[in-house]
Every structure is written in C-alpha cells, then in structure tokens.
C-alpha cells in the first residue's frame, strides 16, 4: 500500500523558488516510478516532472524544463520538486503520483496507481 502526503506548498513571488516534498508511508516506495503532476483552476491536470524507481532517469515538461528539478531518496520514502524561478503560470495544485510506470507513459495522469491530496502553489507577480 502506498499512502503520499505532499507538503511545502505556499505563497512565493515570482522569481522565488518553494521545494515540494512527498512522503509515503508505506512499504513498497522503492518499487515505483513517482511524477508530480499540477492542477490550475479550470484546467486539466498536468504533467510537471516524473522519475525513475531507481532514480537514474528523469523527465521535466518543457514548460518546466531548467527551473524545476524532481529528485527522490528511497531511504527516506520521499520525492521531492525543487522549483527554481517561479512564474505566476506555475500557480496550481501540485500532487504527487506513484505507480508502475513505463517512461513512454509517464507524462499521462491514468499511468499512476496513487495519489496525494495535494498542495497549493501561488506564485504572485
């Protein structure tokens, strides 16, 4: 059973960075590809960033890309999202996601098995 709690959400202006963590509390962490995906209102849930079980392969969405860096450290059964200039565009709902997942389906929401509650991002101009 995997259970994701994320946190480190909050209010930035823009320029400034905020790192989201996500904790699972249970057994299987290490199995699992995990990805962080966001939700702005009125708008579809969004890819962000995923990474590998192992932790040696990463993708980050175009929009992304050079700002924000996933990491992951399975003895701590966390991943995190380290978000570096950020834009009032980057103001959502962040969640976490795990899942046994093939990277050429990582970027779609349906390829992960679990999900956090998420955690607010406001980025003011």
């Known amino acids: 059973q995997v259970q994701l709690v994320e946190s480190g959400g909050g209010l930035v202006q823009a320029g400034g960075s905020l790192k989201l963590s996500c904790a699972d509390s249970g057994r299987t962490f290490s199995n699992y590809a995990l990805g962080w995906f966001r939700q702005a209102p009125g708008k579809e849930r969004e890819f962000v960033a995923a990474i590998s079980w192992s932790g040696n392969n990463t993708y980050h969405a175009e929009s992304v890309k050079g700002r924000f860096t996933i990491s992951r450290d399975n003895a701590k059964k966390t991943v995190y999202l380290q978000m570096n200039s950020l834009k009032p565009e980057d103001t959502a709902v962040y969640y976490c996601?795990?899942?046994?997942?093939?990277?050429?389906?990582?970027?779609?929401?349906?390829?992960?098995?679990?999900w956090g509650q998420g955690t607010q991002v406001t980025v003011s101009s």
């Open positions: 996601a795990a899942g046994a997942v093939r990277a050429s389906v990582a970027h779609f929401p349906w390829a992960y098995d679990y």
